[in-house]
């Protein structure tokens, strides 16, 4: 091996450069191995078609942690988040509804006015619950049979659960075992209301609203902050990327060793322990802690060898579900959609706003089925949001652009087909779905780019195309995400840690995975960690 470091992060995604910068901080020679042009991950600011850039596979931000944020600096690098001035706005066939922006429920009296008489109720709740997810998420799950550490952390984390009401207790059950639909059928009376909420338990979720447990990816998205307002979502001035280019600016600063087009082959293991990498050149580089950022289906299936697996650990990372059913595009406009329920192409604030083309819960379970019986959904639901309606230096002056991410689409294509024979085809799909409500979109259209769930996968390392690292289903969240035994970040193998969205708390731009890692890897070389872990 030709060089030592004390830790190697495979992967320079968020997560990985939130790891490395906690790592180096307390003082460890950290290097970040990075196999694209570019660190970020799925967070990254590209030039699509000249003159035009976007974030160019995760492009909104809510759940970065604020501690992430202050330890790193960010906001002295340059970080800065525009709230949405609505957040989001759904076009449906003869009406429309916008939420946030103080309208909620005033927009909800127009539907039903038992609905917006029930909205705070419902607010209050989910707010109960996401706080004590916004607790628990920089704190690492209790481990199964981890010793007298994981009882501390159950103890910990158990009380923080038993305190609250018996009411929130009721809410969290519903929550994580119902199906959206069913958890608002317990609030709600109008379609259209519902829709407005049940839209974000399809995000990056491969499952229709009436599938049990798709409540909690709900949930999952209101847990987020920005600028301090609890559950709010906004734009990254100068896209996603920004926010990763800052934190390799922080791991610079701390020391971290940075590079790129540098792809991992291989996790060197001597004796039991982690002992190194190989490089896809062959290079060996050698330390005792090795943090992946990547997906656990990536790291067990492609990077450790098989022998270095117990049976049952390989044989449920073999079975480790993944595959968000996501199809991601950027598209450069001429100008701004003219809606057909809300006209008009000059910048309004439902154009700031994520715009929900997702006309009812029965859309939303068909596009589910159409895609588990074909491949794709015939009429998908797509989010459209349009940055350059608040950062203006992502476009040519009077040009703009669209993010467009759209659900559902098988991870692999049934009859053996491949994406690669069908990505044009649902492009224009998806192009005429958002036309049908904006008549203009598609003659706007300058040029698009593609990233269907192989593209996804090729690109950015998302097996599956799962923009999550691993479904958020039931069974792999928490101390179970990735596998029970293994959820505090700790790999099977000494040495190995997770520190990516495949470990709690899951996807997102949060940060947490990284942090918890870093936090793990450093209590374990503390000599109160060593003595911990022997008891």
Not at 234 to 243: D, E, K, Q, T
Not at 257 to 262: A, G, M, R, Y
């Given at each position: ?62 759940l ?7 330890d ?10 525009i ?27 127009r ?41 501390l ?23 994580f ?45 209101v ?10 979502w ?10 990763t ?9 701390a ?21 190194g ?16 950022n ?111 991410f ?27 779905t ?22 996804l ?13 691993g479904?958020?289903?039931l ?18 193998i ?42």
């Open positions: 091996m030709t060089k030592k470091y004390d830790a190697l992060v495979i992967g320079g995604g968020h997560n990985g450069l939130v790891c490395a910068f906690y790592l180096a901080r307390a003082g460890l020679k950290v290097r970040v191995l990075e196999r694209r042009h570019v660190v970020g991950g799925a967070a990254v600011t590209e030039e699509f078609h000249p003159g035009f850039r976007n974030s160019t596979a995760s492009y909104t931000v809510s970065l942690r604020p501690k992430v944020i202050a790193m600096k960010l906001h002295d690098r340059g970080f800065r988040i709230e949405r001035t609505i957040s989001n706005f759904f076009p449906f066939e003869n009406d429309y509804l916008k939420l946030g922006g103080g309208q909620t429920q005033a927009e909800f009296a539907f039903s006015k038992k609905d917006a008489d029930s909205f705070p109720a419902y607010e209050a709740a989910l707010e109960r619950v996401a706080q004590v997810m916004r607790d628990l998420a920089l704190k690492a799950p209790p481990n199964v049979g981890g010793g007298l550490p994981s009882l952390a159950a103890a910990s984390q158990g009380k923080r659960l038993a305190g609250m009401s018996i009411e929130a207790q009721r809410d969290v059950l519903d929550l075992v119902k199906s959206a639909r069913d958890f608002l059928d317990g609030w709600y009376e109008n379609d259209c209301v519902k829709t407005a909420f049940a839209f974000d338990a399809v995000v990056g979720n491969y499952a229709g609203v009436s599938t049990p447990g798709s409540a909690y990816v709900l949930l999952h998205h847990f987020g902050e920005v600028n301090g307002k609890y559950g709010a906004g734009h990254s001035v100068g896209g996603m990327g920004a926010i280019q800052a934190m390799a600016a922080a791991c610079i600063d020391g971290v060793e940075i590079s790129l087009d540098t792809p991992v082959a291989k996790v060197l293991v001597d004796g039991g322990r982690a002992a990498v190989r490089l896809e050149s062959g290079e060996e580089l050698a330390a005792g802690i090795l943090a992946a990547v997906g656990p289906a990536m790291l067990y299936r492609q990077m450790v060898d098989p022998s270095d697996l117990d049976g049952d650990f390989r044989r449920r990372m073999d079975g480790f579900k993944t595959g968000s059913g996501t199809f991601r595009m950027n598209v450069a406009l001429s100008e701004l959609p003219d809606f057909s329920v809300l006209r008009g192409k000059d910048k309004a604030e439902h154009h700031t706003a994520g715009i929900i083309i997702a006309p009812g819960m029965d859309y939303m379970d068909q596009a589910f089925d159409d895609a588990r019986a074909f491949g794709w959904s015939k009429k998908p639901i797509v989010e459209m949001k349009l940055p350059t309606t608040v950062d203006d230096s992502l476009a040519p002056p009077g040009m703009h652009i669209a993010s467009l759209c659900q559902q689409f098988a991870p692999e294509l049934p009859g053996g087909r491949s994406w690669d024979d069908h990505r044009e085809e649902v492009a224009d799909l998806i192009v005429d958002v036309n049908d409500h904006a008549p203009n979109f598609k003659a706007s259209v300058i040029a698009r780019q593609i990233h269907s769930p192989l593209d996968e090729r690109k950015f390392g998302l097996i599956g195309g799962d923009i999550f690292h479904r958020m289903s069974d792999q969240l928490w101390a179970a995400r990735p596998v029970l035994g293994h959820g505090d970040y700790r790999a099977p000494k040495g190995l840690y997770m520190c990516g969205s495949g470990t709690h708390p899951g996807g997102g731009v949060t940060g947490a995975p990284g942090h918890n890692a870093a936090h793990a890897i450093l209590a374990d070389r503390s000599l109160i960690g060593r003595w911990l872990r022997r008891a």
